[in-house]
């Protein structure tokens, strides 16, 4: 390739002019000044090219004379090569050549004598013994058309905080909020946005983002690029960019320094600090802090968040890293070679480049593998800020987020992720508002739907679901939150309202979703506006298919039909990770915090019945308190037993077809799905039909806890109970029992005192007569009657 001198000299000329200008004319004439037009104005043209005017040269301080000393040894070097190569004659040129990095302006040292940073440039050779690993200048990297670097806004100030980053259209939103991020954060920084499809392109270029200049990638693409894009998946190809890129925005964009970072990167305070923690040295790297085992397969660095200088280490390395990428760039591991994308090369760079700082930092660059799922570290919230031992938060990789629309996501796509509330609520929660804000600058801006922008994959099969919502944010407070759900009708209000308040002075991180089957129950739950509940009109969880059973079917039996719909409904439209179906009659004597840890490892949660006898025509398993989660398996167990109980649902045992109700079907679950936690602790789900009809088990209290042959009751359901008044009840209504006075005194009597708590709180609401919600049977049948 050749090179006039007299274009040498207009790129040398445009470069210091454009500095003279700056620094001397336009501050003081306080107005922006086109550069390029004064220039040209400047300029005069002839046969040989651009030259330089006799006064632009004085004040340049241009020396044509040494340039000609050099001339022919540069017209040579660059005429016999078509890829730049280090220079031979290493001692005899170290003092007095220009540095040669193709698309980097050339000028001589006594030139510079005003910018240390310029004077610093990379020497485009390095001694014989470290030719193996030295970088490879590539020529046509750099190469650009002008009219493209007209649009940029050419950094006047070189203390910025200079960023690059890469992004296709499926990223659109995620790098809006990354610059809106850096927009709330810092009051000097500059954003480069290479993008890879005209789609982003346009928008980006339309939204008109004032710190951050638009780049699209046929700027940087030169033939060896191009020769490896159709050889690689557009994740691959983004990684092999990454160092081309950041070398475009050194040498063609007037940045001393550039962070290239990943598009999901998110700024939550001042990255002031990073560039403070750099400081003189060339290359910023940031530790994975991953498990060891990742270092080793994966890298000790993250490719995600990487710093160069405009300097001979920070271009030789970049130049380095380019080749590598080059050669190979892919998501697949080679273990033979101990590659992986463009990340694992960076090992080698503390080895290799002398000018390294390694940020010791612990909030630059976190992460899901670094604060999530390793690194028990200490995430604290002060002031509105977060910090990591100690070290404030200043950016956070959300890396394998997926955008399913603007409420619902998930948030680690690779596994179910149990995050922690000081990162949900404090770092989660704000990068999703600010996606959801970036949503609408799209919207609002570009005037577009976003549905093209949304992640085209099923959100059912979601790793780590969340939707947004008022529960969800308050959800998000809590390392531990309990979700419950139950039916009720206005003949078991009073019972419904027993569950709430056993939970209710117990624990106050959970919420009870209350299904109302009639408008007796709807309206005076509603009215009452209990805290921790959520109430649900039935018609809004019936769909076609239960509307279609529900005149056949009793209200029992409708109710029993309901189930799976009413649990499917909840983890839909609100998003939660887990409920547990509880029946109207359940009550808690204990937190529910160990069963939720029993289930934590399991999709499904079931319970035996533990009473033979009951089994072969009742089911093994109870439909009164079952756990599901918002995960595909506990799915499929959910449409699954929705479509056996609207195909058939009674109170009658169907001995042909071994069917009751909608328990009986559950017998099939362990054999047909898998993940179930099936329960067999005595203090779970404790019922009349397997403690007191066989009478086997020892009940008593110690130290306030109430135990069940040393296990500490925590759930009992009080099924087939009647309610006469405040202080009259049939405690089973089926078959006359005998119960123990430690039965009495330890469960049934601190049941009903909660039922008569809730007879008076229904009383004083004046939203219903609590007569109409007594049971209707004559108390002279009681099979087992019980006043208080």
Not at 267 to 286: K, N, R, T, Y
Not at 475 to 504: G, H, P, Q, V
Not at 751 to 779: M, N, T
């Amino acid at each position: 390739m050749k090179r006039g001198r007299g274009n040498r000299n207009m790129d040398r000329f445009k470069y210091f002019f454009s500095q003279y200008l700056t620094k001397d004319l336009m501050e003081s004439n306080g107005e922006e000044t086109e550069v390029s037009n004064i220039i040209d104005d400047l300029l005069q043209y002839d046969d040989e090219g651009y030259e330089i005017p006799d006064f632009i040269k004085n004040i340049l301080q241009f020396d044509e004379g040494e340039e000609d000393e050099n001339e022919q040894k540069n017209e040579e070097y660059y005429n016999a090569n078509d890829e730049l190569q280090p220079y031979e004659e290493v001692e005899e040129q170290k003092e007095e050549d220009p540095v040669i990095i193709e698309g980097q302006l050339q000028f001589d040292e006594d030139e510079i004598e005003e910018s240390d940073s310029i004077k610093d440039q990379p020497q485009a050779y390095e001694e014989e013994e470290q030719k193996e690993e030295e970088p490879v200048i590539i020529e046509d990297q750099l190469q650009v058309n002008e009219e493209e670097i007209e649009n940029f806004n050419v950094m006047e100030d070189t203390k910025r905080c200079c960023f690059c980053t890469i992004v296709s259209n499926e990223y659109l939103i995620k790098v809006v909020a990354f610059y809106y991020s850096l927009e709330r954060t810092s009051k000097n920084f500059h954003l480069w946005i290479c993008c890879i499809d005209d789609k982003v392109y346009s928008s980006l270029s339309r939204l008109n983002l004032k710190h951050a200049s638009i780049i699209h990638v046929s700027a940087v693409e030169d033939k060896k690029l191009l020769a490896v894009k159709n050889m690689r998946k557009i994740n691959e190809y983004c990684w092999t960019l990454k160092a081309a890129v950041s070398s475009y925005v050194l040498m063609k964009c007037n940045a001393e320094s550039v962070i290239y970072c990943d598009s999901d990167m998110f700024f939550f305070s001042d990255p002031q600090v990073v560039f403070d923690e750099w400081g003189e040295a060339s290359i910023f790297l940031c530790p994975q802090r991953d498990l060891e085992w990742v270092h080793k397969m994966y890298g000790k660095f993250q490719a995600g968040f990487i710093g160069f200088k405009k300097d001979r280490e920070g271009v030789n390395c970049l130049n380095w890293w380019n080749k590598k990428c080059i050669e190979w760039c892919y998501g697949e591991p080679d273990s033979e070679t101990g590659r992986w994308g463009d990340q694992k090369y960076l090992d080698e760079i503390p080895g290799l480049f002398s000018s390294v700082k390694i940020s010791e930092n612990l909030g630059v660059d976190a992460a899901p593998w670094n604060t999530i799922y390793n690194n028990n570290f200490n995430i604290t919230s002060r002031d509105n800020e977060v910090f990591i031992e100690g070290d404030k938060l200043i950016s956070y990789h959300f890396a394998c987020l997926s955008i399913f629309n603007e409420d619902d996501y998930d948030l680690w796509t690779f596994n179910y992720l149990t995050i922690r509330s000081a990162i949900k609520h404090n770092i989660y929660i704000s990068y999703i508002e600010s996606i959801r804000n970036a949503i609408n600058i799209i919207k609002s801006s570009l005037n577009e739907d976003t549905k093209a922008l949304f992640s085209k994959s099923d959100s059912k099969g979601a790793q780590t679901f969340f939707k947004y919502s008022d529960l969800t944010l308050n959800m998000a407070r809590y390392d531990e939150y309990y979700n419950f759900c139950t039916i009720t009708s206005k003949e078991y209000l009073i019972r419904c309202m027993a569950l709430y308040i056993s939970l209710k002075d117990r624990i106050n991180n959970f919420n009870l979703m209350i299904c109302c089957m009639d408008e007796t129950s709807f309206s005076t739950l509603s009215n009452l506006k209990l805290e921790n509940t959520t109430i649900i009109n039935i018609s809004e969880v019936e769909d076609a298919e239960l509307l279609s059973v529900k005149k056949e079917r009793s209200i029992q039996e409708y109710c029993w039909s309901t189930k799976a719909t009413l649990v499917l409904y909840i983890l839909e439209k609100y998003g939660v990770d887990s409920v547990i179906y509880c029946d109207a009659d359940i009550f808690f004597f204990s937190d529910p915090e160990p069963i939720f840890k029993l289930w934590k490892n399991y999709d499904t949660l079931i319970c035996n019945q533990r009473y033979p006898e009951f089994e072969h025509e009742y089911g093994r398993f109870q439909a009164g308190f079952l756990g599901f989660s918002n995960r595909k398996t506990s799915l499929d167990i959910l449409n699954w037993w929705k479509e056996k109980c609207i195909d058939w649902c009674s109170a009658k045992h169907d001995s042909e077809m071994d069917r009751w109700g909608d328990q009986k079907y559950l017998d099939q679950v362990p054999n047909l799905f898998s993940s179930i936690k099936i329960l067999n602790d005595l203090g779970i789900d404790a019922a009349p039909w397997n403690l007191i009809i066989n009478n086997d088990y020892k009940v008593y209290k110690e130290n306030n806890t109430v135990l069940i042959d040393g296990s500490e009751l925590m759930v009992y359901h009080f099924g087939s109970m009647e309610i006469f008044d405040e202080s009259t009840f049939d405690l089973w209504k089926l078959d006359p029992l005998i119960f123990s006075k430690e039965i009495i005194d330890n469960i049934y009597i601190p049941y009903v005192h909660v039922l008569k708590r809730a007879i008076e709180v229904l009383k004083k609401s004046g939203w219903v007569d609590v007569k109409e919600l007594f049971s209707k049977e004559e108390v002279t049948k009681a099979k087992n009657l019980y006043r208080l």
